[in-house]
């Protein structure tokens, strides 16, 4: 651990450090192999372990990038999404504190060459969701989502943040005005604050969907559709007729639209050299 | 903060005036800086992934909830 330190410190403190050099040497090339010779030949996801690295930036001068085994990342958002309240144990949740970076990573790993974006969640924080759901629409590389069993609420402009969208046909998802939690102070105010807060949703999602607000505002506000609440459950190929999502479909289908968006990419950008 | 689900908010909060906080605690893991809470002997969960570097967020050992064996941490700060 303290040699990780001592690289970290070297880099900036010893631009060249050639006497340290000749004795690494040897161990260099079997450190880019997989630690042990009986290590399997199977494609493994190997992790960017920061020493091994750290040698290489010194030894090679190049940074070596973990292996991925497939092109496409997978991104699951399950439960809820968590905002800057810690929620209790029971509820199962999706934090953007770590998703964020990942989303910088993704876009920034050349492995990746596309992002498959499963939902199966209850909504949660504002903030958060739309948070991920423009990290997702900024990406520059192809995005597919999928939304299976729900993509509720929050869950919504996730769903179409993608460059494609995909719901499975058994797939819900419940669209309803906002409420505020907590403290209300009963003022023209409040009401104000909400609507803004709701334009922001009403606005990422028109923006990334063929729905038009005038019919998104109508789903919101549908009165007679949900029991305890007003709103609509769109399911399956609802979903796909009002717009919001582009196809419905499967895993296969998902990913078989992600690989080719992928080419499509590669040859609009020039193929990377590998 | 608004949540903005269809689930009900008291399910959703149920629990929260009695959640403790065990105490966490900065390490070191392979060079990555986390932030940990212990779980046992020997043993700790991930809160968070404090890195700079996104790389580390693609790690499939370190995430938040993964229990990570605490010889392998060193304690920072």
């Given at each position: ?146 939304v299976?069993g729900g993509g509720h ?14 719901i499975a046909?058994t797939a819900s998802m419940t ?58 459950v769109l399911i399956g190929?609802e979903a ?35 | ?5 269809p ?71």
């Amino acid at each position: 651990m303290s040699g990780d330190q001592n690289i970290w410190g070297h880099e900036g403190e010893y631009p060249c450090t050639p006497p340290e050099n000749p004795p690494e040497e040897p161990n260099t090339p079997p450190a880019r192999e997989p630690g042990h010779p009986g290590a399997s030949p199977a494609p493994q996801r190997v992790q960017g372990r920061t020493k091994e690295s750290m040698e290489s930036i010194k030894e090679l001068g190049a940074s070596p990038v973990p292996e991925v085994k497939s092109n496409i990342h997978c991104l699951t958002i399950v439960g809820q999404i968590e905002g800057h309240l810690v929620l209790p144990p029971q509820n199962k949740t999706t934090k953007y504190e770590h998703l964020i970076p990942q989303l910088v990573a993704l876009e920034q790993s050349p492995e990746v060459e596309g992002v498959l974006v499963v939902l199966n969640t209850v909504g949660g924080d504002v903030e958060a969701g739309l948070a991920i759901a423009e990290m997702i629409a900024s990406l520059s590389k192809p995005t597919v989502s999928i939304v299976l069993g729900g993509g509720h609420s929050i869950g919504v402009p996730i769903a179409v943040a993608a460059r494609y969208s995909f719901i499975a046909e058994t797939a819900s998802m419940t669209i309803h005005p906002i409420r505020l939690n907590g403290l209300v102070i009963g003022v023209p105010q409040t009401y104000e604050y909400l609507d803004k807060m709701q334009d922001r949703v009403v606005r990422f999602v028109t923006q990334h969907s063929r729905i038009s607000e005038a019919s998104f505002r109508d789903l919101m506000f549908r009165t007679g559709e949900l029991a305890r609440d007003i709103g609509t459950v769109l399911i399956g190929r609802e979903a796909v007729e009002k717009g919001l999502i582009d196809e419905v479909g499967g895993v296969g289908q998902a990913v078989n639209k992600l690989k080719s968006m992928i080419e499509e990419w590669k040859l609009r950008n020039g193929v990377p050299v590998q | 903060m608004i949540l903005y689900t269809p689930m009900q908010l008291e399910l959703v909060f149920e629990g929260l005036e009695e959640m403790q906080h065990a105490p966490t605690r900065e390490v070191n893991i392979d060079g990555v800086p986390v932030l940990i809470q212990d779980t046992g002997p020997g043993e700790g969960k991930v809160v968070r992934l404090l890195s700079t570097d996104p790389l580390d967020y693609l790690r499939s050992d370190l995430y938040p909830g993964a229990v990570v064996k605490l010889f392998r941490c060193t304690q920072t700060g």
